[in-house]
Protein backbone atom coordinates (compact mmCIF):
# COMPACT_ATOMS: atom_id res chain seq x y z
CA UNK A 1 0.00 0.00 0.00
CA UNK A 2 1.27 3.45 -0.79
CA UNK A 3 1.08 6.40 1.39
CA UNK A 4 -1.71 8.78 1.58
CA UNK A 5 -1.85 12.65 0.73
CA UNK A 6 -3.57 14.43 3.10
CA UNK A 7 -4.76 17.34 0.75
CA UNK A 8 -5.98 14.74 -1.72
CA UNK A 9 -8.01 13.10 1.32
CA UNK A 10 -9.71 16.35 1.90
CA UNK A 11 -10.37 16.59 -1.46
CA UNK A 12 -12.62 13.64 -1.60
CA UNK A 13 -14.02 14.38 1.30
CA UNK A 14 -15.57 17.62 -0.08
CA UNK A 15 -15.83 21.26 0.99
CA UNK A 16 -19.25 21.33 2.71
CA UNK A 17 -18.08 18.39 4.56
CA UNK A 18 -14.84 19.45 5.30
CA UNK A 19 -15.22 21.44 9.12
CA UNK A 20 -16.88 18.10 10.09
CA UNK A 21 -14.37 15.84 9.07
CA UNK A 22 -11.75 17.94 10.30
CA UNK A 23 -13.39 18.04 13.69
CA UNK A 24 -14.14 14.80 14.10
CA UNK A 25 -9.91 13.75 12.96
CA UNK A 26 -9.42 16.24 16.14
CA UNK A 27 -11.94 14.04 18.30
CA UNK A 28 -10.28 11.14 16.61
CA UNK A 29 -6.47 12.11 17.84
CA UNK A 30 -8.59 13.01 21.54
CA UNK A 31 -8.52 16.86 20.90
CA UNK A 32 -11.07 17.95 23.74
CA UNK A 33 -13.84 20.33 22.68
CA UNK A 34 -13.27 19.69 18.82
CA UNK A 35 -16.92 20.24 18.29
CA UNK A 36 -17.16 23.66 19.80
CA UNK A 37 -14.00 25.33 18.34
CA UNK A 38 -13.90 28.27 15.70
CA UNK A 39 -12.92 27.08 12.79
CA UNK A 40 -9.50 28.67 11.94
CA UNK A 41 -8.36 26.91 15.52
CA UNK A 42 -9.77 23.85 14.11
CA UNK A 43 -7.54 24.07 10.66
CA UNK A 44 -4.38 25.19 13.17
CA UNK A 45 -5.27 21.94 15.37
CA UNK A 46 -5.46 19.54 12.58
CA UNK A 47 -2.22 20.97 11.03
CA UNK A 48 -0.48 20.60 14.72
CA UNK A 49 -1.97 16.77 14.59
CA UNK A 50 -0.55 15.83 11.61
CA UNK A 51 2.70 17.40 12.68
CA UNK A 52 2.49 15.17 15.91
CA UNK A 53 2.26 11.86 13.13
CA UNK A 54 4.97 13.48 11.53
CA UNK A 55 6.88 13.68 14.87
CA UNK A 56 5.91 9.71 15.07
CA UNK A 57 6.82 8.37 12.02
CA UNK A 58 3.17 7.79 10.97
CA UNK A 59 3.46 11.14 7.81
CA UNK A 60 6.02 13.04 6.12
CA UNK A 61 5.36 16.90 5.75
CA UNK A 62 5.60 17.99 1.58
CA UNK A 63 5.31 21.57 0.69
CA UNK A 64 1.69 22.19 1.79
CA UNK A 65 0.77 18.52 1.93
CA UNK A 66 1.38 15.72 4.53
CA UNK A 67 1.90 11.70 2.83
CA UNK A 68 0.41 8.98 5.58
CA UNK A 69 1.91 6.11 6.09
CA UNK A 70 -0.40 3.23 5.21
CA UNK A 71 -1.94 2.82 8.80
CA UNK A 72 -1.67 6.25 10.13
CA UNK A 73 -5.45 6.69 10.24
CA UNK A 74 -6.57 3.21 11.09
CA UNK A 75 -9.72 3.48 13.44
CA UNK A 76 -10.04 7.07 12.06
CA UNK A 77 -13.88 5.52 10.74
CA UNK A 78 -14.80 8.75 8.82
CA UNK A 79 -11.66 8.47 6.50
CA UNK A 80 -12.82 4.78 5.26
CA UNK A 81 -15.30 5.85 2.87
CA UNK A 82 -12.86 8.03 1.47
CA UNK A 83 -9.26 5.58 1.36
CA UNK A 84 -8.74 3.58 -2.05
Known sequence: ???????????????NDLPAFHRAFLTWRG???????????VQQRVEAELNRLVQAG????????????PGALDGFDAAAPHLG
Open 1 to 15: MTSISWRALETHVGL
Open 31 to 41: VEGADGMPLRR
Open 58 to 69: QATRDGEDWQLQ
